[in-house]
């Protein structure tokens, strides 16, 4: 599956010409290898998450999963709110290799996930009287030791990816997702309550840190403390930390603000529907940091003019692979509910068809945040990221007393309007941007919602019996 194909270096001097296409067929070949294996495991991991769904929601009732999403918002708000950018920073650094630099790196993480244990553990009661909902403490307080875990990751993960060799990470991360599902799915059929989620999510985590450091090759990690890596780290990573602070609130702020508006039956529901529609934006996420944000370092660092050429062809592969899906969600989320899930879940259908507009502007937003990162421009991702909070965070409080859920799910489905402008800002000033190929997307994300829209109400469907 080539998604991504580079044909770099066709325009260099005689001089040194087989040196640089040798060079620039290895960037190619590793980029292709990282995206199949990219795809090829998200895919995966996509398939395990449909099949556990479909087990447990049968198993468990909505209110499970509208307690446990709550619980992963806040636990991520955390991390989120603490990020240091580590795996950014070995990716894009010069000293990527530098065993001092990484073990200095990889101490940080270790605190950070000390702290992030012992913070959200003195939260927990705080946080279920927030919700007047007892029982989120106790959960919040062993679901904590997820990012304790995570703390301990090796960062052979990060060489791992700046090299662009994702194999046995995702080989890692499948392995680790099974696990979970076992655990879970056992734990339900036997005690079916909202422990069965976090016992699955625990055990995961658990493993992942303990195959990164059995598994993937390369340095040990050990404690180390370098002045330099950590000027070097938070220098560039103060955009990531201000960019996933807000990151976290436009991503999971639907969710922070739907709990204290619906029932959490009701949050489980939209829980399904967002769930859904995410896949699209988990391919396009995962290649975003597996494979471009790599590929497009690479290609500044070693051929800077050829970066608007690289980054529109690329990002032209994304479209063609993540296009049709937004076109099924518009054409038949409430159908595709229909077949996978019993009445309960019902509404999810609806809330599908407006949240998959999230696709077709993520694609034009979110390969250009990794683009302006590549060039060492991490500040566009911020204030995109801070546009996208700022809409939801907003909008929703009105549109929920003006138009009620219905409303508050398509301001969520079109909080990245303010964020094309960001992206789009940062690609003219910086050499990259075509306007071409920008308006050729938006006639195919029109034509897309056009035709999807158009198939739902003609009663195509409905003629096969997919219809309710």
């Known amino acids: 599956m080539r ?12 001089e040194g010409s087989a040196d640089n296409e040798a060079s620039d067929s290895g960037l190619k070949a590793l980029a292709v290898r990282a995206s199949i294996w990219s795809i090829g495991g998200l895919g995966t991991s996509q398939l395990i998450r449909l099949g556990s769904n479909l087990v447990l929601t049968r198993l468990l009732f909505p209110e499970a999963f509208g307690l446990m999403a709550i619980v992963f918002v806040w636990l991520e708000g955390l991390q989120k709110l603490s990020d240091l950018g580590i795996g950014p920073s070995v990716i894009q650094s010069r000293r990527g290799e530098d065993p001092h630099f ?11 996930g000390i702290v992030l244990w012992l913070l959200a553990s003195a939260l927990a009661q705080p946080f279920a009287h ?10 919040l307080a062993v679901a904590s030791l997820g990012p304790l ?9 990060f060489t791992q990816h700046r090299n662009l060799s994702p194999t046995q990470i995702t080989l890692i991360e499948v392995g680790c997702q099974l696990l979970s599902v076992i655990v879970m799915i056992t734990w339900a059929v036997q005690s079916p309550t909202v422990w069965a989620l976090v016992a699955g999510a625990l055990s995961a985590a658990a493993l992942k840190a303990l195959l990164t450091h059995l598994v993937l090759p390369g340095q040990r990690n050990r404690f180390h403390w370098d002045p330099g890596a950590v000027r070097e780290l938070l220098g560039f990573g103060k955009w990531i930390f201000f960019t996933t602070a807000t990151n976290f609130l436009a991503q999971q702020g639907d969710r922070l603000l739907l709990a204290s508006l ?3 039956a009701t949050l489980g529901i939209y829980n399904l529907a967002y769930f859904l529609v995410d896949a699209p934006l988990r391919f396009v996420s995962i290649l975003q940091h597996r494979v471009l944000l790599p590929v497009f370092s690479r290609v500044h660092r070693d ?4 970066m608007s050429e690289i980054y529109y062809r690329t990002r032209f592969r994304i479209e063609c692979l993540v296009l049709p899906m937004a076109f099924v969600f518009i054409a038949a989320g409430p159908e595709l509910i229909h077949l996978g899930w019993d009445e309960r879940w019902s509404d999810a259908g609806w809330m599908t068809r407006i949240l998959a507009l999230r696709i077709l502007i993520g694609v034009a937003t979110g390969p250009a945040q990794f683009g302006l990162t590549a060039l060492g421009q991490p500040r566009y991702m911020f204030f995109s990221t801070l546009s996208q909070a700022f809409w939801i965070l907003a909008l929703s409080a009105p549109a929920m007393a003006g138009g009620g859920l219905e409303w508050v ?28 190929r920008e308006l050729r997307y938006f006639a195919m994300a029109a034509t897309t919602a056009g035709l ?8 195509w469907l409905a003629a096969l019996g997919l219809n309710r």
Do not use: C
Request: no cysteine; hydrophobic share 50%.
């Open 3 to 14: 998604v991504f194909e580079f044909r770099l270096g066709r325009r260099v001097s005689q």
């Open 102 to 112: 990484l073990d200095t790196l990889w101490t940080a993480q270790v605190m950070r």
């Open 130 to 139: 927030l919700y007047k909902t007892p029982e989120l403490a106790g959960l």
């Open 149 to 157: 875990f995570a703390g301990l990751n090796s960062t052979r993960v």
């Open 262 to 264: 619906v029932s959490f």
């Open 303 to 306: 051929e800077p003019r050829r």
């Open 409 to 436: 799910v398509w301001v969520i489905g079109t909080y990245g309007v303010l964020s094309l402008l960001v992206v789009f800002t940062g690609l003219r000033r910086h050499g990259v941007l075509s306007i071409a």
């Open 452 to 459: 999807a829209i158009a198939l739902h109400e003609s009663g």
